[in-house]
């Protein structure tokens, strides 16, 4: 999928190591942009050298930002990072997220913070860091900011207890951002993903179970790929979306207006 939809942009993705920021950080290469790859640390060295390939073999510029999402430090890391290499930020994906499935009457409260902090909290800090940059820029004007939210946001989880309400906390947290951004010029909008296969959920899903009611309950009849969560935030990433602030989009199979 490459229509040039982000030339010349500076687009910055968290937790870009594999899975749905994987996707995306490569798609915003493919299609001209220049890119700030964050991810973990360490132990995602390894996972982040073949994301940065990837877009270098698309003719992207690159820079890999490691650090702690949950920690305020990470994104002016993010930022600094972005400033120094490309002196501009136009577009954030703020994708780093954790969904660690646990049963909820035995949650360990240090699990559940840890969910809050990566997820919300983190996501805060960035695009916070980012608007703060987007609000001094000119030629053009502001920037976009897209959040993968989920559709957990619309709906609960038995094991997800610590992890919806964070999905929730970030489609609302765009539309406030809207509001408060968009006298300057910077969009905010949530893309909420189904049941795409990724690390996040590889165990959940190896339940041949839980892997076949996944599948029945999207009327596209499979789950999603990475891949396929590209084009919807390279939308509101691009011009495409130009009058679009606060919105969400859906990519999730049919799954959230289905009974079956
Ligand atoms: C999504 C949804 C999916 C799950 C992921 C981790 O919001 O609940 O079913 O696999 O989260």
């Given at each position: 999928m490459?229509?040039?939809?982000?030339?010349?942009?500076?687009?910055?993705?968290?937790?870009c190591?594999?899975?749905?920021?994987?996707?995306?950080?490569?798609?915003?290469?493919?299609?001209?942009?220049n890119v700030v790859l964050h991810h973990v640390g360490e132990s995602t060295a390894s996972d982040i050298a073949s994301v940065e390939s990837e877009c270098s073999k698309a003719g992207a510029k690159t820079v890999i930002v490691p650090g702690d999402i949950a920690e305020p430090a990470t994104a002016s890391a993010i930022v600094s990072a972005a400033v120094s290499s490309f002196s501009r930020i136009d577009v954030l994906i703020s994708n780093a997220g954790i969904c660690p499935f646990h049963t909820f009457l035995d949650l360990p409260h240090p699990l559940w913070k840890r969910v809050q902090d990566v997820n919300l909290n983190g996501a805060f800090y960035v695009v916070q860091a980012v608007a703060n940059q987007m609000a001094k820029q000119e030629n053009p004007k502001g920037g976009s900011i897209v959040a993968i939210s989920s559709i957990s946001a619309l709906m609960g989880g038995g094991?997800?207890?610590?992890?919806?309400?964070?999905?929730?906390?970030l489609k609302s947290l765009m539309e406030s951002c809207a509001i408060a951004l968009g006298p300057m010029g910077i969009r905010c909008n949530s893309v909420l993903p189904g049941t795409i296969e990724t690390n996040i959920n590889k165990e959940d899903l190896s339940d041949p179970v839980k892997r076949a009611d996944q599948i029945r309950r999207a009327p596209l009849g499979r789950l999603g790929l990475p891949e396929d969560l590209v084009g919807p935030a390279l939308f509101f990433a691009s011009d495409l979306s130009s009058y679009c602030t606060g919105a969400s989009v859906l990519v999730d199979g049919g799954m959230a207006i289905s009974l079956q």
């Open positions: 490459s229509f040039g939809l982000l030339k010349g942009k500076v687009v910055a993705i968290t937790g190591s594999t899975g749905i920021g994987r996707s995306i950080a490569i798609g915003a290469a493919r299609n001209g942009a094991e997800q207890a610590h992890y919806t309400p964070t999905k929730a906390g």
